[in-house]
């Protein structure tokens, strides 16, 4: 018995290394795919669902406090969130972080849109997230429209990126 025991446990072991390194080779999720749903539970408690957002256009971004080139990004993201507020949706998805880091990275950047952290890393592991700052649009019909990896240069670049979504 002991012997199946010990099997068992070393082919469930290879089956999860596996299935690890087949979405390893997927790469990341891109342009033209269905954009994973995903529940984001912000820091203020507010649950916020992707999938109440379709009709919409969605950026959802993600960060960590411990990110040097995320704080000139929060910013200008925080300002695109301002220009577009009601009409484009923001969210922030903290990544491997601390709450109370993230917070105050929150709060000395000025971040007002919804942020959460990522727990457990299920949000970021969905979307194949390499590493951060990460962005992922997602036009009205729920596909990505535009993949970010790191950092934006400019407010106007993601101006530029969203503009012709809401003409869609």
Known sequence: MKKILIW???AAL????????????????????????FTLTAF??????????????????FWASW??????????????WRKYQGDVIFLGVDYVDT????????EE???TYPNGPDKRTLISQAYRVTGVPETFI???SGKV??????????????????????NK
């Open 14 to 37: 290879l089956l999860l290394l596996a299935i690890g390194l087949k979405r390893a080779q997927q790469g990341q999720i891109g342009v033209g795919e269905m954009a994973p749903d």
């Open 44 to 61: 203020d408690g507010e649950e916020y669902h992707l999938a109440d957002f379709k009709g919409q256009v969605v950026v959802v971004n």
């Open 99 to 106: 709450e109370k880091e993230a917070k105050a990275y929150l």
């Open 8 to 10: 068992a446990g070393l």
């Open 67 to 80: 990110c040097v080139t995320c704080k000139p990004e929060a910013e200008d993201l925080e300002s695109a």
């Open 145 to 166: 429209a535009y993949v970010q990896i790191g950092p934006f240069r400019s407010y106007n670049e993601i101006i530029f990126l969203i503009e012709p979504l809401l």
């Open 138 to 140: 997602i036009d009205k």
């Open 109 to 111: 950047a000025n971040v």
